[in-house]
């Protein structure tokens, strides 16, 4: 299985920005689709976005629509997750996840669709 390793951890004021950054190694990046979740106290993990493949189709939920960004780079075996106007609701534990797949264009929303999993990098935002 790939390693998933998340950093950009921050505390950041209501309306600020920060990237995250995962970084996988052990295996061959591009055939992983990927994903961000996140994950607030007492509340289901959900999913924050996804990409395919080859970085061609992403999916956001609504909560992140407009203001997240999701990026990968193939080349750097790294995904990425920008996040604008962060408000307090985003305040959660976030996780990037990476699952094999055929189709170069599949996008995969769910949780239980991924089998790789990073530990977690805590993003807080103050109001």
């Known amino acids: 299985q790939v390693q998933l390793v998340e950093s950009g951890r921050g505390l950041v004021q209501a309306g600020g920005s920060l990237r995250l950054s995962c970084a996988a190694s052990g295996r061959t990046f591009s055939d992983y689709a990927m994903g961000w979740f996140r994950q607030a106290p007492g509340k289901e993990r959900e999913v924050v976005a996804a990409?395919?493949?080859?970085?061609?189709?992403?999916d956001y939920t609504n909560s992140g629509k407009g203001r997240f960004t999701i990026s990968r780079d193939n080349a750097k075996n790294t995904m990425y997750l920008q996040m604008n106007s962060l408000q307090p609701e985003d305040m959660a534990v976030y996780y990037c996840a990476a699952a094999i797949v055929f189709n170069p264009g599949r996008v995969l929303a769910r949780p239980e669709e991924y089998n790789s999993w990073g530990q977690g990098t805590q993003v807080t935002v103050s109001s």
């Open positions: 990409i395919s493949r080859n970085g061609g189709s992403t």
